[in-house]
């Protein structure tokens, strides 16, 4: 059985920060693995421990910087790895869903996973669509924020729960080949082993570009542009307490015993 | 043309973002010099459509096809419709369930899709206001094309009013059962336990800046020096260090305390939709940029292992 597993980077904003050209400047950026996708890697990584004969790939599309990120993957347990870009994905400001489940597509068809596993969202946009518009572009089965996972690999079904709002989830059966979507919560992401970490540096790691994968850059039909990005006006009035923390905590004191906090 | 707004409903009940879809959906509409429709799928679509006629709205498909949401359903249902009713826009909720079958259907129609719409505006083109990066910026995404798939952020909009006159007109699609490779089994209700935190008058939440699990014990000691409960988002659960039945959020509980004092916890827009009807938020957080601060009736921009201590000290006393 085949897992392909994507993989992203998440972006983190420092505290202070500014906006300039549409883009936040780099050096406000802190790039980790998406927490997300961490999940996705631990679940497939523990199918491979609990079934033979499973191989998994993660793939990725993302400039070179992104392999820190694809050797944690390797490091956690992940087979080998896939990495696609192009100069023409440089100059897009917006890489939307459709764009990169194209290119996962792409890779998937190559690949033909049994099944797929991305996280239900990534850092910077959070759009929490492209694991569900990948199934629609490889005709495969789906099911959307997946925290838990039962996998009959004879039968060829995936038994899940889906995490809806309010505390309730939905129970589903998806037959496989499909895309899950994972959700945070689903198990316990392992910290990479010192050994891992080690192999992970000798792991089949594969750069592609738009041309590799069969994609005509002219094809690419990027639909979505940002035109403006800024720090949104806070809609709140919060009262900002000053000075130092024994002066602060003194009057959050005094305001939560007018509203009739005491022990 | 058409805007065509997609309701949600589940277990018989209609989603209240449902009825905001209709507001947002006149607006464009009326930009775009369209008709507004409205359309349910499965389950009471009578009694749903009943709900769903108010102001504004010019018509309501019905498509009275099995009981609970399906996403094959809905993909293949909407993807007909659109080409009957010759909508230009697809709008629905950006739910779970929202987000389980747009995708797929702005994939079949090779539309593009906008996720999480905060805002909207069609006066020279689709342009859509979204949250990045964790809400810590907003950018307006530019849409190059007539036709789009949108889903819509719930709380941001009214829910449309009065009473319509639409008219009601059931749609019968041509489903391929075949084609459904996924089949609801059950629902399950989680999270309740031993504690009620819906129940607290003075709430404590604990979020990922407290870093380590050993660093919770000052936040009980503050909880019990305050007389109040302990809550937390939802990073502080899935790392199994506190139960499930204190989570508050979208996937947690929904709260409403006297006070809400939210501790190192950023204000992501699923964690803000269970607390924001809290009478009192006050936040606690080093980052000034933090969404918390724009729900906050009270904030201290600073470091919570500082904070916390002095806090607890003062009720100890
Ligand atoms: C489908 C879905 C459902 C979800 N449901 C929920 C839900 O029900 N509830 C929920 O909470 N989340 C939910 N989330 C997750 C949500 O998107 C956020 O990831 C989560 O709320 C972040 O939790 P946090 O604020 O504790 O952590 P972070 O976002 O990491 O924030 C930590 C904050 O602590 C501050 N901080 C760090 N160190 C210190 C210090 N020393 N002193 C003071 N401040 C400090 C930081 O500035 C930061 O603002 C859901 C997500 C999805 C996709």
């Not at chain 1, 572009?137 to 039968?155: G, K």
């Not at chain 1, 979505?224 to 900002?240: I, N």
């Not at chain 2, 702005?106 to 020279?124: E, F, G, H, I, K």
């Amino acid at each position: 059985m085949k897992i392909l597993v994507t993989v992203s980077e998440s972006v983190d904003v420092d505290d202070d920060f500014e906006v300039s050209e549409m883009a936040i400047d780099e050096r406000y950026l802190t790039y980790d693995l998406n927490e997300w996708d961490d999940y996705a890697i631990e679940e497939a990584v523990q199918i491979g421990e609990e079934i033979d004969d499973v191989e998994v790939v993660t793939v990725t599309i993302g400039p070179e910087r992104t392999e820190e990120v694809i050797r944690q993957a390797l490091a956690k347990g992940a087979d080998r790895a896939v990495r696609v870009w192009d100069d023409a994905l440089e100059e897009a400001s917006v890489l939307d869903p459709a764009t990169k489940a194209r290119l996962v597509a792409a890779v998937a068809r190559e690949e033909e996973p049994d099944l797929v596993l991305t996280g239900v969202q990534s850092g910077d946009y959070s759009f929490g669509a492209t694991g569900v518009a990948l199934a629609a572009e490889m005709d495969y089965e789906w099911a959307a924020v997946v925290n838990n996972l039962d996998l009959d690999a004879e039968a060829g079904v995936a038994s899940v729960h889906r995490e809806l709002e309010g505390g309730v989830e939905e129970l589903s059966d998806v037959e496989l080949p499909a895309v899950l979507t994972i959700q945070t919560g689903i198990n316990d992401p392992r910290y990479a082993s010192l050994r891992g970490i080690r192999q992970a540096q000798s792991k089949p790691l594969d750069v592609k570009t738009l041309g590799d994968v069969g994609v005509d850059a002219d094809d690419l039909r990027l639909s979505l542009s940002l035109s403006s990005l800024y720090e949104p006006e806070t809609e709140g009035e919060a009262t900002l307490l000053e000075g130092g923390p024994d002066e602060t905590a003194g009057e959050l004191a005094e305001l939560l015993r007018e509203r009739g906090v005491d022990a | 043309m058409t805007v065509l707004a997609v309701a949600e409903h589940r277990r018989g009940e209609l989603r209240e973002e449902s009825l905001e879809l209709l507001t947002v959906g006149r607006q464009l509409a009326d930009a775009l010099d369209s008709e507004l429709h409205a359309a349910v799928v499965s389950g009471d679509v009578d009694q749903y459509a009943e709900d769903l006629n108010r102001e504004g709205v010019d018509a309501i498909h019905t498509v009275d096809h099995g009981e609970e949401f399906n996403h094959d359903v809905y993909t293949q249902t909407i993807e007909q419709l659109v080409g009957a009713a010759d909508a230009t826009m697809v709008l629905t909720p950006n739910s779970v369930n929202g987000l389980d079958w747009a995708p797929a259907l702005a994939q079949r129609l090779d539309w593009p899709l906008v996720t999480d719409a905060v805002d909207m505006d069609v006066s020279d083109g689709l342009t859509v206001t979204r949250e990045l990066y964790g809400g810590k910026v907003e950018g307006a995404v530019e849409v190059d094309s007539d036709h789009a798939v949108l889903t819509v952020r719930g709380g941001e909009w009214p829910a449309a009013g009065g009473t319509g006159s639409a008219t009601v007109e059931p749609f019968e699609p041509d489903i391929d059962e075949a084609a459904i490779g996924s089949t609801v089994t059950g629902f399950q209700e989680v999270g309740a336990g031993d504690v009620d935190i819906t129940e607290s008058d003075v709430l404590v939440a604990v979020g990922r800046g407290i870093e380590e699990e050993e660093n919770l014990d000052i936040i009980e000691e503050l909880a019990d020096a305050m007389g109040a409960t302990v809550a937390a988002s939802r990073p502080i659960v899935d790392n199994g260090w506190l139960p499930k039945d204190r989570q508050v959020g979208q996937s947690g509980k929904n709260v409403s305390p006297d006070v809400y004092l939210a501790i190192g916890i950023s204000g992501a827009v699923q964690h803000v939709a269970g607390m924001n009807g809290s009478e009192t938020i006050i936040a606690v957080n080093d980052d000034p940029s933090a969404p918390i601060f724009d729900v906050a009736d009270y904030g201290i921009v600073d470091d919570l292992f500082e904070v916390v201590p002095e806090l607890t000290e003062q009720f100890s006393g």
